[in-house]
Structure formats: C-alpha cells, structure tokens
C-alpha cells in the first residue's frame, strides 16, 4: 500500500512541475542536465588537475544557463551524482554544493543557493570559497561572498520567535592530514540575503573545540578516522564523536581519533546547547554485551562449535 502512495505522491509531484515549467522547457533543461553530469563527472573524477578545473569551469557556465529556465527550481537535477543537492525543509530555497581537488593537500569547495520565487525567476547566490585566507574560519559570521567551503550533506529547519534557522552539515576534506566536518546555521537578512554563522552554539571551552565564542561549530580528525557528526530525528539532537588524540596532543587536529563516546548539542533558546556527554548509562559486570559462551565457568566445552552453526 506504501508503495502505490510514493507512486501517486511521485506522479502527482510531476504533474505540479509540469503545469510550472512548459514541454520546451524541461527539454531543454533535460539535455543540458545530460551534458551536465558528464561535466560534474569529470571535474571530480579526471587524473589531470588542469581538466578539472577546466571543466568546472565549464559545468558552472552551463548550469547557470539550466537555472535562467522558467521555474527550474522544480527541476531536481537528479544525474549530477557528485553533486549535493539539499532542499531546505520548507523548500524556500536550496543549496547546491561539490568540491574541487587541485592535489591531496588543496580543496576547494563551490556552490550557489536557488531561491524560490513566486514567478519562476531566477534568484541565485554564488558561493565563494575564501578558506585559505581564514586563519580562524571559526570566529565571523559572513556572506555567500566570502564563505568557509563545505560539502553540505544535511539540512534542518529550526524556529525561534517567529524566525527559520537553517542549520547546514558540511564536509571538507581540508587536507592530506585531517578532515573537516562544519556545523553551521544559515538565515536570511531582511534583504532576503543569506547570511552564514552567528553566535548560535554554546559549550564550555576544552582542548579539543575552539575557544569561545564561535560563529559555527568545527569537528577536525585525523585523515583515516571517521567521525560522526549527524542530526537525529529520534532524539532532536546534532549527535558527534567525541574526540581523543592518540598521542596526547590534542592540539594537533590531525591525531584526533573517536573514543566511542558521544556528545550531543540540543536546540533550546534559539541556540544549539551542548550536551558534554550523550549516554550516561554504565553497565554493571557482566551486562557487557557478549557472544554465546563455549565454556563454561568450570572451563569445560558446552557445546561442539559445529553444534553452533
């Protein structure tokens, strides 16, 4: 029955682009999509860094040409795999972002946020990627003109006092000896001008998060670890890895490695609160999940291991 809803709701939806957008339309943005995603491949995927650029070049020209078309918002782009594409929950606009690899140890990100208008316009904000010349990327708010890079993989729509906050989860792979993931809150001006960052997060400092104040929140690793940093429904929480350097150097990011802790931040006030420790549960001995035993306390076999299969 579930499947037959998606259907309807899916059949539905295209009925509502199509009585927006016209036939000429959708087909030309259905070719410039196909040569598109040959583009967005390439400038990700091909060996040579010269290549890459050069075809990000021409992808960003061509894709700016699709979203002049009449009502492309509703146009979902959906073969420009090495492309995020996030709609925000209230679909007043969405956000698209990728990266661009220049060698292991430069990477830039690029993106533009499509607003929704009500006559099918294009209103667009490039982003700009000024990361190399922040020396503390943490510390200011600012614009989709000098923006801190990011690969956006999430977006969740926050109120306070009648105003939207839009936090972003964004990935960098910064360089060859760490990694970034970014937490980030976006709103809108009275200018209806994104703006990126603000005082939004509160913790205690440590030796592992920068000193506050922040204008958005930053989780930095060593290259090889992975660490979490994701929203869950369930709980209402932004849930992350707690971190430890594996060589007690712990202002060294590229040493930061998860311990199997968690910490959480909560949204209370208008601000995303930090919940130092997520699972305070601890376990008595013996309540530690284990296998099956084969032995018994007496040390003798319970059971042939051929018996267990």
Known sequence: MFRYILIFLFCFTGTIVKA????????????????????????????????RFYFDSIFIRRFVAALKTSHSFQYPFDSLITISRLYAPDSSFRIFTWQLQRDESYYRQEGAIQMRTKDGSLKLFPLFDVSDYASVPTDSIRTNKNWIGAIYYNIIEKDFKGKKYYTLFGYDDNDMASTRKWLEVLTFNAAGEPVFGGHYFTYKDDELKAPQPVDRFLLE??????????????????????????????????????????????WQNGKWVHVPKLFNQSLKDGEAPMPEPIYDKEGSSMKPLKEKN
């Open 20 to 51: 927006q957008v016209n036939a000429k339309d959708i087909s030309f943005m259905q070719k410039q999509e196909d040569s598109l995603a040959f583009y967005a491949k390439c400038m990700i995927y091909d060996s040579v860094a010269e290549n």
């Open 221 to 266: 690793y060593q290259k090889d670890a992975r660490a979490r940093l994701v929203y869950d429904p369930e709980l209402d929480l932004v849930v992350f890895d707690h971190l430890i350097s594996e060589s007690n150097q712990p202002q060294k990011k590229f040493t930061l490695i998860p311990d199997g802790d968690y910490e959480a931040f909560k």
